[in-house]
């Protein structure tokens, strides 16, 4: 069953025409101001830990891959903006709900964001925003999720709900909910064609987190790629798939410490090496040495 936060958007569109939005407009102007991913100009492609946000997708050996970074591909400048705008989006969604009178926490005291982690430090993710007051749910603190949307995408979110339409969202969502004990989640979403917002209440589900709990310490203990999800090359999940050279063809895997058989992930999210006995730092893994010795 899907529940629609239908009283959330109008009392955002109410409140945003009453002022012509000049309300909405000083609040992102001092919430777009924490923003740090949009404005890092650090950022690799070389995520470390394993996150929330792809342990929902279908396969669990495009997972692994991607946690050892058996591929890494470069994405485009049109891909890069894309990125940044979701990071931007973000605060217009938490000037909306400010701008109706809910308390919105989305970083802590020391200006981090909000995160969660399991599995000696090598999975977890970090939450958009926690919610009190919105209209449906006044006196509970909600997890708030948030996500823009093309046309297409748009339709059938609209159409079937997060869950059905987009699992890894809703996936992500249980699990943030379940390491942070809330027990409901706002999903809010918008068309990027049109600006026309979508709100869709989510309850928690034990079932579910403690399924995707397990799939993700499965995946990271996992000392060989797990079983693919098609034997078939051309199955359509499988032939769009970045790691698909690697798992269907006769590529060998980015060389790198987590791609090698000596490599093996430690405690407090740190990686190790089985061969020479040392820790290795970030950079080390990306680099490598002589005695790489490909997963295949």
Not at 129 to 143: D, F, Q, R, Y
Not at 219 to 235: E, L
Request: net charge neutral.
């Amino acid at each position: 069953m899907i529940t629609l936060a239908t009283e959330t958007l109008a009392a955002i569109e109410a409140a945003i025409v009453a002022d012509n939005g000049n309300t909405f407009r000083r609040h992102l102007k001092e919430t777009i101001s924490l923003d740090s991913d949009a404005f890092d100009d650090n950022a690799d492609e070389y995520r470390s830990h394993l996150g929330a946000s792809v342990v929902g997708k279908e396969c669990t050996r495009a997972i692994w891959y991607g946690f050892r970074w058996h591929v890494m591909k470069k994405h485009s400048g049109r891909m890069q903006r894309l990125f940044n705008r979701g990071h931007l989006e973000e605060h217009r969604f938490l000037a909306m709900l400010k701008l109706i009178g809910a308390k919105v926490w989305s970083h802590t005291s020391d200006g981090k964001q909000i995160r969660c982690s399991d599995h000696r430090g090598h999975f977890g993710g970090s939450l958009d925003a926690v919610v009190l007051g919105i209209p449906e749910a006044p006196t509970t603190h909600v997890l708030a999720e948030f996500k823009t949307h093309g046309e297409t995408s748009f339709k059938k979110l609209v159409s079937d709900g997060v869950m059905r339409s987009k699992l890894t969202h809703f996936v992500q969502m249980q699990m943030y909910m379940g390491y942070q004990g809330l027990t409901l989640a706002l999903y809010m979403a918008v068309n990027k064609n049109t600006d026309e917002l979508y709100a869709e209440l989510v309850p928690f589900d034990t079932g579910t987190f403690e399924r995707f709990r397990q799939r993700s310490h499965q995946v990271i203990d996992a000392v060989s790629p797990p079983p693919r999800i098609k034997d078939d090359p051309m199955w359509y999940i499988c032939k769009f798939c970045d790691y698909h050279k690697v798992c269907h063809g006769k590529d060998e895997p980015l060389i790198t410490c987590r791609s090698c058989n000596h490599g093996v992930p430690g405690p407090d999210g740190k990686w190790l090496c089985q061969m020479y006995g040392n820790e290795l730092e970030k950079e080390d893994q990306i680099l490598a040495c002589a005695s790489h010795s490909p997963i295949l």
